[in-house]
């Protein structure tokens, strides 16, 4: 199962606004596992997938010089984001 490009635009503008210096970086999306829980253990089948996208940009900071950012988003299946992290 893939992320649809629809779902991946909503994310991007979502985290473009709260981080403007991502805007017009494409995020790297990759598939993660969820573990199975007790209520989908019966049917059979797997939980529904996540997916991991992740924006990678610099900061310009006071002085000139500029910060390397990393923004991991967790979203599901239907575009919904789970968790925004950040690091600096």
């Not at 473009?16 to 019966?42: D, H, M, W, Y």
């Not at 996208?53 to 991991?72: D, I």
């Amino acid at each position: 199962m893939t992320l649809d490009r629809t779902h991946i635009k909503a994310i991007t503008d979502r985290v473009c606004r709260r981080f403007p210096e991502l805007k017009g970086i494409s995020p790297n999306v990759r598939t993660q596992a969820t573990p199975k829980s007790g209520r989908n253990s019966k049917s059979g089948h797997r939980a529904k997938s996540r997916f991991l996208l992740t924006f990678s940009g610099s900061a310009s900071l006071p002085g000139g010089k500029s910060m390397q950012r990393v923004v991991r988003v967790i979203a599901n299946s239907k575009g919904k984001v789970l968790k925004i992290a950040l690091s600096k």
